[in-house]
């Protein structure tokens, strides 16, 4: 019964290639030799013509502001979108919206916001819809929440190491937010796990060897398409070699351009060659590479060079949020940063918060527009390549509803197959780090005690485990409930034969570590790591250590079996162990 998952869901045809629709084919750059003149008055989004005509016609026909509005994308914080933001696309014909994961508990309140959105967007002259977006990368980037699956993420899709996996991850990923009518994901994180004291990057990674993450993202991507989701991979160049977050830092990546060719750009290579639709530029910074120390997001080398000239790369660039230190600290200001992500050569252009409408980065890169021609031609360029994208998957064969149907939610979210496949999954991912006496078998580990922080992690376990005790405490552990904890394990120690104790963080770790004395007084200590397995590297005067990657209710269930002996542990970790430890 375990890690025997079959699909009856999936397209076939699908399944039989990881390659993607190529929704990717523009005419941005192209002189089409025909005239705007040439076609009626009232033409639209919807009217029948090929689109690359009806991208360049329509981009012809728009206004200055019609044109930059085109290219910005802007989130809401609240419950539903702000008066602002319902401004923004009837008054300014907003091009693009992203749903951000702080008020999405109410998935049905979700689908009925882009609902009235994309209906304000066909109230407008063109009828463009709205690209709407969102993080759902699995694992612990989760912004569409409320019932939608909880996922072992990358980094264990990595240990597992089949495409497969990754495939039917995108697929069940996307198809949950697909009814929702969300159309575009940020995912795959192609981002490799070189810095392992990266937590910005961290389990999001499909691990350090750059030839499997582009097998691997470029899989998820088919699978999301599938599902009638866009997929962005993400962050270009690279992300993975730094231990700084680009939301607080410009992050500095100090490898020289052999190296960035050889690991950096290697995921991206693959996934441009499968026709990703979409990439995301990070706010990253590559002294030996470029002396200025332009982050990428705000580079014509990075994107225009690299991304489109040497990897051949025709899709949607799109930033990452301009509202992080990453680009500003750089830029001296967010109407400059703006200003520097057009000329760039980035297509879309997100902020995290909805601007003001008559807030500088639109007054005044709309007055530059006016009196810049080469400034103007690149926003209508951009412009235009976002229309003819949207052309091309709206008018597509497999698309999110543009009016999503609340009726269909409970039923499709959680994704039943998905819930199936998840478990299947986190099975195939777990990883031995130390085996010890593994298994455990229950009728040989005495009395239990269970320590950690998910919920799951005691539900599962006790399937297993019938004579438990168990302490619970917050996921993010403080120093003094981290010792209030460990002086409790230690004072009740010798009432217990076997401990199991997951270890997410640093604290949690050093909990682990100041019980492990109990091990000379005849306690077996296991250590679930779930999360990133840096935390666990120094465990291994533990009795057995198993990495699972996540703290998904999938991974605790596997994790709960494989140390109990119901399946084995076949997962490989994705990474290398430094040397140090």
Known sequence: MFCAFVSADAPKAAMSKNYMTDITRNSADKNLGISEKDFPADIDFWSDYPNDQLAYVLSERMTDEELYAQILMFGWAGAEPSELLNSWVSRRGLGSVKVFGWNTDNTTLVAKSISSLQKKSQERKFKIPLFVATDQEGGWIRHVKGNTSITPGNLSIGAGGYPIDAWYSGYYINKEIAVLGINMNFAPTVDLYTDQKSAIISTRSFGEDPVKAGILGTAFSAGSMAAGVIPTAKHFPGHGATENDSHIYLPTIDIDLKTFHERELVPFKTLIDAKVPAIMSGHLSFPKIR?????????????????????????????????????????????????????????????????????????????????????????????????????????????????????????????????????????????????????????????????????????????????????????????????????????????????????????????????????????????????????????????CVLFGYSYSPYSLQALAAVASGVIPANGILPVTVPERQ
């Open 291 to 543: 002396t200025n120390g332009e982050p990428a997001s705000l580079s014509p080398y990075f994107l225009q060079e690299v991304l489109r000239k040497e990897l051949g790369y025709t899709g949607l660039i799109i930033t990452d949020d301009m509202m992080m230190n990453g680009d500003t600290l750089y830029a001296g200001s967010l109407t400059n940063a703006y200003k520097l992500a057009v000329e760039a050569g980035n297509d879309i252009i997100i902020s995290s918060q909805t601007a003001h409408l008559d807030e500088n980065l639109w007054t005044v890169n709309l007055e530059r527009m006016k009196t810049n021609p080469e400034f103007r031609a690149k926003v209508k360029r951009a412009a235009r390549r976002v229309i003819e994208v949207k052309l091309n998957y709206f008018k597509g064969p497999n698309v999110a509803p543009l009016y999503p149907d609340p009726s269909k939610i409970d039923e499709a979210i959680p994704d039943k197959e998905g819930q199936k496949f998840f478990f299947d999954q986190a099975c195939k991912s777990i990883t031995v780090y130390k085996k010890g006496a593994l298994p455990f078998k229950p009728e040989d580990s005495g009395k239990v005690l269970l320590v950690g922080s998910e919920p799951d992690f005691f539900k599962e376990m006790k399937i297993y485990y019938k004579n438990t005790n168990e302490i619970r405490h917050n996921y993010y552990l403080g120093p003094n409930e981290a010792a209030a904890i460990t002086n409790n394990i230690l004072a009740a120690g010798n009432s217990y034969k076997t401990i199991f104790i997951c270890v997410a963080d640093a604290n949690s770790a050093k909990v682990a570590k100041n019980i492990l004395s109990l091990q000379k007084r005849g306690v077996r200590v296991v250590v679930f790591s779930i999360m990133a397995p840096i935390t666990s590297y120094g465990l291994t005067d533990a009795e």
